[in-house]
């Protein structure tokens, strides 16, 4: 039953990542666009809710996106064992975590080389999670190590 749950992890780890993510996005429309949609009472109000929700918890999103990663990786390795993509994806996404928590002990200022490896490390996780979703087990066919039992969506070939 638990190895049922991988799948409703994952997606609860992108929605928490997404989450983190929109931190950034927020703040570069607010930066931008923030007069145009503050001339307009709803768009400030949904600004400043959106604004509280996701820019006042984005450390939460973290957490929250590394507990579901967590439980995410435990499910489907029970089931399946190793995947490579998975393993990229989560490898980059621990070392952001680790990033963010490393700037909030120090209290880092929002600037200089951690800060832009922050955001990169964002960017390299949105290409890896996509790489994991849409070919699951690229790298393992390189690597020589296909599991032909994964299939996504959780679909067992063991019986065909």
Request: charged content about 15%; hydrophobic content about 55%.
């Amino acid at each position: 039953m638990f190895e049922a749950l991988g799948g409703l992890f994952g997606w609860l780890l992108v929605f928490t990542f997404t989450g983190t993510i929109l931190n950034y996005c927020l703040k570069f429309v607010n930066k931008h666009f923030g007069k145009t949609i503050s001339a307009y009472p709803t768009g400030k109000k949904i600004m400043k809710i959106l604004m509280t929700i996701f820019i006042r918890n984005h450390k939460y999103f973290g957490l929250a996106t590394v507990v579901f990663l967590l439980a995410h990786f435990i499910a489907q390795f029970t089931k399946f064992g190793i995947n490579v993509t998975g393993c990229i994806a989560a490898i980059l996404m621990i070392l952001e975590v680790l990033l963010g928590v490393y700037a909030n002990i120090k209290k880092k200022p929002r600037k200089g080389a951690w800060f832009i490896a922050h955001r990169i490390l964002a960017v390299l996780i949105i290409l890896g999670i996509a790489i994991h979703l849409i070919i699951p087990n690229a790298l393992n066919v390189v690597a020589g190590k296909e599991n032909i039992s994964q299939v996504y969506d959780s679909v067992d070939v063991s019986k065909v």
